[in-house]
Nanobody, 125 residues
């Protein structure tokens, strides 16, 4: 059973940066594809970024491309999301997600079977 714990959220001014961390426990972390999703009030949870278990290839939502970077450290069982040039529209609860699938839809919440509790990111204008 995978357990995921996010940290690093907070309040930041527009243009600032934050780094989110997601620590995994209970499994061999390198066997899992990892992703970040976010959910703003009144909106559906949406894909932010993913990183493959096979070759650490990354994919991003168009809205964050060039500003956010996902990375993983298998030795620390941790995935990161470096967020730069933050905008008020980035305000949301950010969730870490994981799966051990070979074939899945990376941008869909249904593509992941393990989720963290989420961490709040608030960007003020």
């Amino acid at each position: 059973q995978v357990q995921l714990a996010e940290s690093g959220g907070g309040l930041v001014q527009a243009g600032g940066s934050l780094r989110l961390s997601c620590a995994a426990s209970g499994v061999t972390f390198s066997n899992y594809n990892m992703a970040w999703f976010r959910q703003a009030p009144g909106k559906e949870r949406e894909f932010v970024a993913s990183i493959s278990r096979l070759d650490s290839s990354t994919h991003y939502a168009d809205s964050v491309k060039g500003r956010f970077t996902i990375s993983r450290d298998n030795a620390k069982n941790t995935v990161y999301l470096q967020m730069n040039s933050l905008k008020p529209e980035d305000t949301a609860v950010y969730y870490c997600a994981a799966n051990s699938f070979t074939i899945f839809i990376r941008w869909s919440t249904r593509g992941y079977n393990y989720w963290g509790q989420g961490t709040q990111v608030t960007v003020s204008s």
